[in-house]
T-cell receptor, first 113, second 117 residues
Framework: DQQVKQNSPSLSVQEGRISILNCDYTNSMFDYFLWYKKYPAEGPTFLISISSIKDKNEDGRFTVFLNKSAKHLSLHIVPSQPGDSAVYFCAAGLLYGNNRLAFGKGNQVVVIP | DAGVIQSPRHEVTEMGQEVTLRCKPISGHNSLFWYRQTMMRGLELLIYFNNNVPIDDSGMPEDRFSAKMPNASFSTLKIQPSEPRDSAVYFC???????????????FGPGTRLTVL
């Protein structure tokens, strides 16, 4: 049973425009959410996170929005750059508790120069 | 810091053979995770260890899969006998511990691409 769902497996966007990735979760106990970025032949690397006490966290060109009532989060990349072309994984877990994370299937983003 | 180290990076084997994947977590991290990535299922957690003790192996698909962590700096994932459907990329990740906040950020190794013919 997929506790974290990422629909729209691929996204193509023009350089300089905004990329928006969406993620839904089913477990209301989750209170910590992360986005990972993965290049081919590499492991996922941490990008940005948010805890449930916030509804927005920003880091440079990357912003994560959390809507707890809808069990939905999104990642905005603006402006998108060719180097952002990668697979993005949404993950969710417990801020205090065990260390395990549930991951979505990932979204492929292609930024067109 | 060398990061999480995995070996081999690529493994091609024949059905029925034993496969052993290796992982060295980041020094000082006390939790270690094994994941399998496939197109169909994305990143699946197979098993994780806390302080070298297996905590949850519910993701291990079958008895053919086993994992060990004999010490804080080494873990293995073994598949015996291997089957073509085991073909995937296997990732190892580590994290500092359950103290909350950034402790939940997992650091991934580069993965082992396994192909079972």
């Amino acid at each position: 049973d997929q506790q974290v769902k990422q629909n729209s497996p691929s996204l193509s966007v023009q350089e300089g425009r905004i990329s928006i990735l969406n993620c839904d979760y089913t477990n209301s106990m989750f209170d910590y959410f992360l986005w990972y970025k993965k290049y081919p032949a590499e492991g996922p690397t941490f990008l940005i996170s948010i805890s449930s006490i916030k509804d927005k966290n920003e880091d440079g060109r990357f912003t994560v929005f959390l809507n707890k009532s809808a069990k939905h989060l999104s990642l905005h990349i603006v402006p998108s750059q060719p180097g952002d072309s990668a697979v993005y994984f949404c993950a969710a877990g417990l801020l205090y508790g065990n260390n395990r994370l549930a991951f979505g299937k990932g979204n492929q983003v292609v930024v067109i120069p | 810091d060398a990061g999480v180290i995995q070996s081999p990076r690529h493994e091609v084997t024949e059905m029925g053979q034993e496969v052993t994947l290796r992982c060295k977590p980041i020094s000082g991290h006390n939790s270690l995770f094994w994941y399998r990535q496939t197109m169909m299922r994305g990143l699946e957690l197979l098993i994780y260890f806390n302080n070298n003790v297996p905590i949850d192996d519910s993701g291990m698909p079958e008895d053919r899969f086993s994992a060990k962590m004999p010490n804080a700096s080494f873990s293995t994932l073994k598949i015996q006998p291997s089957e073509p459907r085991d073909s995937a990329v296997y990732f190892c990740a580590s994290t500092k511990g359950a103290s909350g906040g950034s402790a939940n950020e997992q650091f991934f190794g580069p993965g082992t691409r396994l192909t079972v013919l």
